[in-house]
Every structure is written in structure tokens, then in C-alpha cells.
């Protein structure tokens, strides 16, 4: 299934780039999930789910995936320099995230220095509300 199985849970997650947009993480077993906010957006999470689909065509099965994470960056933290072909190029990775998230915070002049020296490996983000949506990514058959 293509789209996200929500549940809330309560987690702590991990700052990795402070700024005008924040990136969280969380890291459970082998999975890594990330989180962003800014200042108009609360903490959401960046939507990616791996799924098995029929192949109609060839009747075998192929891994897709939803790459939501992508329309919501677009739409929420891209500055004026920011490429449609940059977002498309983006990976659901750590390094990649992190690298997009310091780049946006940098060029905001909002704060007037740049954010992205901010980040702190060790700092942790724990908020308290009934719950964090987050999504599961189970693989079943289609």
C-alpha cells in the first residue's frame, strides 16, 4: 500500500539541523524516520514508504515508492534558489536531508547568520502532546 499507516506514538527525536526549517530524526532497529518544522508548520513528518505493486504488464511484482517527502518540500522549505530538479534528486537519507535542510537554513536571511552551524549531533527534541504521528513501513502484498 502506497500510502502511510499512521499511529501515535511518543518518541524522542534527534535535532539534526537547527534553523527557520528544523530536521528532526529517529532511528528505530534499521529504519530512519525524519521530521521538520518551521515557524508556520509544526513537527510533521517527511511522508516515504517503500510498497510492493503488481506489475499488470509483466504479472510479476516490483518494489515502488511514495516519495511525499518531496511535494512537502517543495511546498514548505524551498527557498527562491531552490531547483524543482534538486527536490526531484533528493534521497529519504540522512546526508542528503541534512544537506538540503542546512542549505535552506543558510540562505534564510531571517535570522542573519547562518543557522546551519547551530547543529548539535547530541541535542535531542522531545515534545509533549498526546502523540507524534508516524507512519509504518511494513511491506505486504498488494
Do not use: C
Not at 510533521?44 to 518540500?73: C, H, M, T, W
Not at 534521497?91 to 540562505?107: A, Q, R, V
Request: net charge neutral; aromatic share 12%; charged share 30%.
Amino acid at each position: 500500500n502506497r500510502n502511510p499507516d499512521w499511529r501515535e506514538e511518543t518518541i524522542f527525536l534527534k535535532v539534526l539541523v537547527a534553523g527557520d526549517a528544523t530536521l528532526y530524526g529517529y532511528t528505530e532497529g534499521n529504519t530512519n524516520r525524519y521530521f521538520y518544522e518551521t515557524k508556520t508548520i509544526p513537527t510533521e513528518q517527511l511522508i516515504y514508504v517503500k510498497f510492493i505493486q503488481a506489475d499488470k504488464n509483466e504479472g510479476a511484482e516490483r518494489i515502488s515508492e511514495n516519495n511525499e517527502y518531496k511535494q512537502q518540500l517543495f511546498r514548505n522549505v524551498k527557498s527562491e534558489g531552490t531547483t524543482e530538479k534538486e527536490i526531484l534528486n533528493l534521497k529519504y537519507k540522512k546526508d542528503d536531508l541534512t544537506e538540503y535542510f542546512s542549505k535552506f537554513n543558510n540562505i534564510t536571511p531571517a535570522s542573519g547568520e547562518e543557522s546551519g552551524k547551530r547543529t548539535t549531533k547530541s541535542q535531542f527534541y522531545i515534545k509533549i502532546t498526546p502523540g507524534v504521528s508516524i507512519v509504518s513501513a511494513s511491506m505486504k502484498n498488494t
